[in-house]
């Protein structure tokens, strides 16, 4: 066990440490974002836009006079507060493609930002968390690594255990040479983090792996309404959005997808009681936006044990599932991987200098 969690560490620990330190960084990512672009502060204070307002429809075609592509996508989001609308534009279908990252004025009538993702600071370190800045490749490399970093702990847990006593095994000795008291730190570092590091590097693997996901967890497929035949007057999208609501008039707006193809549906995800996911919520509405019609309805509440197990895999990765408190324990348990790397690195050739002089 010493020498696999040696071999672990020596070989893939600064790959983990990457990893750790860019997902402690991601925990407030849309806050340093936006410190970082105090241009985006325009209207903040105000009132957020309700489920009818004009700002909905006002943005969507600022943002079709610049772009407009017969099979891309606008993605609308509802942040909760007064301010700038972030939307996303995709040019080519699929919610993993590039895409355009756009911030209206709080009218909807002034684009006040727009970058393509991976493009600015966040986006990036975003990237290289979740793929390594290498496409499908890189997210299969990070998924899999996970599961190495699984066995890292759990060999590391086998080869402290305990054989005398637990006093001993957990003491920190500060008047102990340079090479012990690396070895309490790092000791100390891993069981300290292995209360929160296990679950956050195991929700990873589910989000950088979907098979896995769907192997494991096999969470019930979403709806795919018909496409309606491509004739009729369009609806706008907050006429759309009162219909959805009133099809789950509990859920909290989060975000709103319109296809520019003239027969897809326009889908709203919400957000409804008990779902975990503030962001990136669980219940969809699917709306013809010829005739405002309810084609489908995804709530969460009834689709099943094992979504609801699904939900919990994202809040649980970033920390969001108990607020501001998970959060910034997320972040420090995030710096972990980084200090076990550099106190194992430097324990390891401290006694290869040692033994070399014996």
């Given amino acids: 066990m010493r020498r696999l969690h040696l071999g672990l560490g020596l070989g893939l620990g600064l790959l983990f440490a990457l990893i750790g330190l860019t997902g402690s960084a991601l925990v407030f990512y849309t806050g340093i974002d936006a410190g970082l672009h105090p241009s985006l502060r325009t209207g903040q204070g105000g009132e957020a836009p309700g489920w009818d307002s004009s700002a909905w429809d006002q943005a969507l075609a600022t943002g079709r006079a610049t772009r407009h592509d017969p099979v891309g996508q606008w993605t609308l989001e509802a942040t909760g507060e007064g301010g700038t609308i972030p939307a996303r534009y995709y040019a080519m279908p699929g919610h993993h493609g590039d895409r355009m990252m756009l911030w209206f004025?709080?009218?909807g009538r002034r684009i006040l930002r727009a970058q393509p993702w991976g493009g600015y600071a966040m986006s990036w370190i975003y990237q290289l968390h979740m793929?390594?800045?290498a496409g499908e490749t890189g997210h299969q490399i990070v998924g899999w690594s996970g599961v190495a970093m699984l066995v890292l702990l759990a060999s590391g847990l086998v080869a402290w255990w305990p054989r005398g006593t637990w006093r001993k095994a957990l003491a920190f000795k500060r008047?102990?040479?340079a090479l012990?008291?690396?070895r309490d730190w790092h000791k100390l570092t891993g069981l300290v983090?292995?209360?929160v590091l296990p679950v956050l590097v195991a929700t990873g693997v589910l989000l950088a792996l979907p098979v896995v996901t769907q192997t494991l967890l096999a969470p019930a497929p979403l709806?795919?309404?018909?496409?309606t035949p491509a004739v009729g007057p369009v609806i706008g999208v907050a006429r759309a959005l009162e219909v959805a609501h009133r099809a789950l008039p509990d859920g909290r707006?989060?975000?709103v997808d319109v296809p520019n193809a003239p027969d897809a549906p326009i889908r709203v995800r919400m957000q409804v009681p008990g779902d975990p996911q503030t962001r990136f919520a669980g219940s969809y509405v699917w709306v013809d936006h010829r005739f405002g019609r309810v084609l489908a309805v995804r709530d969460l509440r009834r689709a099943g044990r094992r979504a609801w197990v699904d939900a919990w895999v994202r809040p649980l990765h970033d920390g969001t599932v108990g607020g501001l408190a998970t959060r910034i324990l997320a972040v420090?348990?995030?710096l972990a991987p980084a200090v076990l790397f550099a106190t194992g690195l430097l324990h390891w050739l401290r006694r290869r200098r040692s033994y070399r002089a014996r």
């Fill in 131 to 133: 793929q390594l800045l």
């Fill in 332 to 334: 420090l348990v995030g």
């Fill in 180 to 182: 012990r008291r690396l």
């Fill in 223 to 227: 709806p795919t309404p018909t496409p």
């Fill in 175 to 177: 008047d102990a040479a």
């Fill in 193 to 195: 983090s292995l209360a």
């Fill in 105 to 107: 004025s709080p009218d």
């Fill in 253 to 255: 707006l989060v975000f």
